[in-house]
């Protein structure tokens, strides 16, 4: 009976995938429907492959992109859940689109979310866990950092056999785990970034931590006064940081010169937590450089769409410490482009948009914007926020719709690029108003 | 002009974003061509009333609301009363208004004593109290985002304004509550984004204690007005 549900699952399941694909695709409802019909049936699927998960609060998608791909091009066959589709469903809805690499002892790069990585860490029986960061996210969603970091920590114990890939330079890591761990971090960050809200405490006695160096928020290299906890080795390191770009960072990584083609130092972290992975999996380091420095983006992760002829380059931003990072690498920008920002406040950016007042955009004041877009269902909120900062609110336009964040990109900026940060709902909808315009040309 | 801002442990307590009431003032501030100096205070440093012309105490974790109170009970207790007392202006939000308040209960029984400087009771419950609120004070509305797990019993002090929507204090209709030159209040968004008529009355409250009296000129608040308008409509929808 058991065997004629698995089957039946996975039947229907692929049917599903089939008709909904038809349809434009992106749901997890065949997932959905699997799972209702055979409630095992993410172990069952899951079993043929060499799993590796990535979890964290910014970088998953990024991340798992890039190993997938430094995978792929040392000759594996390896399969992600690329629509960020993160949740028990998708996943499910992940391997039955894939079905038939089932057979092919594949790897299966899966970013998954923090809060469901217990339910279904022992279900994949991952070779690794690797986690990116975590980070203050939706306020209204998790209430506070310690649950999520207990959430993952529980989801290591349902794994026992899976090897830890982990932010050596985040404090709440450092931990002895019952799985084999390796650490990635920063040698130096050159910098001692002292802004953030990212809380500096020890985790072991509650004292304000003292840094050699901060690469960002409370990232780096930290030691406690107090009780004597410092970082842990680092397995995997960036030994020097040679040049950030506008649309790059270059880098040495164990040795290894490497470049990473998408900009910013959260995307040179997610670099080094790939380049740790693959590694630990077998790949040799000048592979993975080849593959870093090739890594086109994802799906509204730094992603350039062209409309018109202008470049639009899409930045995901989901909680303060990601979009500081993220301003910080747009001002990095030398030449005179826009500034597009879309706020919504739908449940998946989190309810709660006081969250921008934790971002620093008044960094923004380093960049000279031609134009400043405003958009989302919360628009005049960032308006507030931007003109607090210190932006000149003459150069605003204020968008209520997703047509008018598209006339004023194609006729009110003179300049071909244009820099939007969107929350994940408001990137998600604009990018299929997009595509229904014929802009786009796939919509996932 | 200048104004002396004191923000209490910032690092400590900075959640929700409450720190943008301090740059909004700030901002409001300068653009009037009012000098604005605003003081950090940290953790170890000395809080001295007469230093300040407006005092903010914002919402935190509960360990490190623990350690503000017990900080502020053990050396500063004495100075902030004096604020208190001679009417100072300050402006506390979520945990920041339970510290200041007589004592916190909780749901096993257990209490606490908060500063006392607020002749407040609150109560920890095990719901939650999460979403948009919506409050009228007079003529003005503000809207907030509220996330607590504490009522606030404000006896017969007066609210900061009647809810329309939200739970309030206690789910009785009201919400915050104002006490010489306090206001304490549940609500994040943070509450003088989109409330410019109550940043200029904090601003002119806390300039004329020292200034005598003080006339602020106006402001362009479209982008304050725009979204009250679009957000009362998406949260009372008019057939």
């Known amino acids: ?444 | 002009m200048e104004l002396r801002i004191c923000h209490l442990y910032p690092q400590l307590l900075n959640l929700n974003g409450d720190y943008g009431n301090v740059a909004i003032l700030c901002d409001r501030a300068k653009r009037r061509g009012i000098d604005v100096k605003v003081t950090a205070l940290a953790y170890g440093q000395r809080f001295i009333a007469k230093d300040y012309d407006f005092v903010f105490l914002g919402n935190g974790q509960p360990d490190e609301l623990s350690a503000v109170l017990a900080e502020l009970t053990a050396y500063d207790f004495e100075e902030l009363k004096k604020y208190v007392d001679e009417n100072g202006v300050l402006l506390a939000v979520g945990g920041g208004y339970e510290l200041l308040g007589e004592e916190i209960r909780f749901p096993d029984g257990t209490q606490k004593d908060g500063l006392g400087l607020l002749p407040v009771r609150f109560e920890k419950t095990e719901k939650r109290f999460i979403g948009n609120a919506v409050i009228r004070d007079g003529d003005h509305v503000y809207i907030g985002f509220e996330n607590h797990d504490g009522r606030a019993e404000i006896g017969a002090l007066p609210p900061l304004g009647e809810v329309l929507l939200g739970f309030g204090n206690d789910e009785g209709g009201y919400e915050g509550c104002r006490y010489n030159g306090v206001i304490g209040t549940y609500l994040h968004g943070p509450l003088l984004a989109k409330a410019p008529e109550l940043a200029d009355e904090l601003l002119i409250a806390s300039l004329s204690k020292r200034y005598g009296s003080v006339t602020l000129s106006q402001l362009d608040n479209t982008f304050e007005q725009r979204a009250r308008e679009q957000l009362l409509q998406r949260f009372f929808p008019t057939e």
């Open chain 1, 1 to 444: 009976m058991a065997v004629i549900r698995k089957i039946l699952s996975v039947w229907i399941g692929r049917l599903l995938v089939w008709l909904t694909g038809i349809l434009g695709g992106g749901t997890n409802l065949p997932g959905e429907i699997s799972l209702r019909l055979c409630p095992q049936i993410l172990r069952y699927l899951a079993a043929n492959y060499r799993v590796v998960a990535v979890t964290g609060t910014n970088g998953k998608t990024t991340t798992a992109a890039m190993i997938q791909q430094i995978l792929k091009h040392n000759g594996h066959t390896a399969i992600n859940n690329s629509s960020g589709a993160n949740l028990k469903a998708g996943l499910v809805t992940c391997f039955l689109q894939n079905y038939r690499y089932s057979r092919k002892h594949a790897f299966a790069v899966l970013e998954v979310d923090e809060a469901y990585l217990p339910r279904v860490s022992a279900d994949l029986n991952p070779v690794i866990i690797a986690v990116t960061n975590i980070f203050r996210d939706q306020l209204d969603r998790f209430g506070a950092v310690e649950r999520t970091r207990d959430l993952i920590f529980q989801a290591f114990s349902n794994a026992p056999e899976s090897k830890l890939v982990l932010n050596g330079d985040l404090p709440m890591l450092n931990q002895s785990f019952e799985n084999e761990t390796v650490y990635y971090g920063f040698d130096d960050a050159g910098s001692c970034d002292s802004t953030g809200t990212e809380g500096r405490f020890c985790p072991e006695c509650g004292n304000t931590l003292t840094y050699n160096s901060v690469v960002y928020g409370n990232l780096g290299d930290y030691c406690c006064e107090q009780c004597s906890l410092k970082r842990p080795v680092l397995q995997y390191r960036v030994e020097k940081l040679t040049q950030l770009r506008a649309d790059a960072s270059d880098a040495v990584i164990n040795g290894q010169a490497v470049t990473v083609s998408q900009a910013g130092l959260y995307n040179l972290y997610n670099g080094l937590c790939a380049f740790a992975c693959a590694a630990e999996l077998g790949v040799p380091s000048d592979v993975i450089a080849e593959s870093l420095s090739v890594q086109e983006s994802r799906f509204g992760r730094q992603e350039i769409i062209g409309i018109g002829d202008k470049q639009v380059r899409v930045i995901l931003v989901k909680n303060p410490a990601g979009c500081s990072e993220a301003i910080k690498t747009v001002v990095l920008e030398q030449d005179t482009s826009s500034l597009a920002v879309l706020l919504n406040d739908r449940l998946g950016d989190g309810t709660d948009v006081s969250w921008i007042y934790d971002a620093d955009f008044e960094a923004l004041s380093k960049m000279n914007p031609d134009k400043v877009l405003v958009g989302g269902t919360r628009l005049y909120d960032m308006a507030i926020r931007l003109q607090t900062a210190g932006l000149n609110t003459e150069k605003f336009v204020l968008c209520e719709e997703y047509k008018d964040v598209l006339d004023a990109i194609l006729n009110k900026t003179a300049f071909p690029k244009v820099y939007l940060l969107a929350t994940y709902s408001a990137m998600v909808e604009f990018r299929r108003f997009l595509y229904k315009k014929g802009y786009l040309k796939k919509m996932w």
